[in-house]
Structures are given as structure tokens and as C-alpha cells.
């Protein structure tokens, strides 16, 4: 059973910064990509950040120049440092990892969730 865990989020001012970490644990012999996505109340989950096994970065367009992913594949784990934090980034953050393989099979898992509020 894999399971992605999921730390480090809070309440920061405007302005602030905020690492998340994410680590999945399991017997897992790969993982494609991981990524962060986020949620805001009435809103669609959305990508914010994905690495790929190779380091390659995409991000979402609201958080370019301001967050960092960042992943360590013999750790299975993945970071996300955000720097000058705005009140739009207020969301439940969800750790996703891609393709997981195990003795299983390979499918996709998500964490359960970590609230960032940013205050003005």
C-alpha cells in the first residue's frame, strides 16, 4: 500500500514563504512525475508544479519566479518552496504522484491534503 504524506503547510503572511514536503512510502519500485496541485473553495483543483523523474518543471503561469519544485527520487519525495506568498494562493495543496510502481501495478496517488492560508 503506498501512502503520500504531506507536511509543512500553515498560515503566512503576504509576502511570506512556506515549504511543503511530500513523501510516499510503500514498496515502490518507480514513480513518473510528482506534482503539487491546489484547491480553493469553489474553485477546480489545478496544477501549480510538476517534476519529472529527470528534474524536468512545468508550472502553473500564477506561480512562476515565485515557487520551486523540487523532488529526491531515491527518497520518493517531493518539495515545494513558495516564496512571496499572495492571499490568492490560500488553498488546500495536494501532493500527486504519477505511475507509481509496485509489486501491484502502477497507477496514480494522492496525498490528503495541506491548507495554506495567506493573509493580507
Known amino acids: 500500500q503506498v501512502q503520500l504524506v504531506e507536511s509543512g503547510g500553515g498560515l503566512v503572511q503576504a509576502g511570506g514563504s512556506l515549504t511543503l514536503s511530500c513523501a510516499a512510502s510503500g514498496i515502490i519500485f518507480s514513480i513518473n512525475a510528482m506534482g503539487w496541485y491546489r484547491q480553493s473553495p469553489g474553485k477546480q483543483r489545478e496544477l501549480v508544479a510538476v517534476?519529472?523523474?529527470?528534474?524536468?518543471?512545468n508550472y502553473a503561469g500564477s506561480v512562476k519566479g515565485r515557487f520551486t519544485i523540487s523532488r529526491e527520487n531515491a527518497k520518493n519525495t517531493v518539495s515545494l518552496q513558495m516564496n512571496s506568498l499572495k492571499p490568492e494562493d490560500t488553498a488546500v495543496y495536494y501532493c500527486?504522484?504519477?505511475?507509481?510502481?509496485?509489486?501491484?501495478?502502477?497507477?496514480?496517488?494522492w496525498g490528503q491534503g495541506t491548507q495554506v492560508t495567506v493573509s493580507s
Open positions: 517534476i519529472s523523474t529527470g528534474g524536468s518543471t
Open positions: 500527486n504522484a504519477e505511475r507509481v510502481a509496485t509489486v501491484f501495478g502502477a497507477r496514480d496517488y
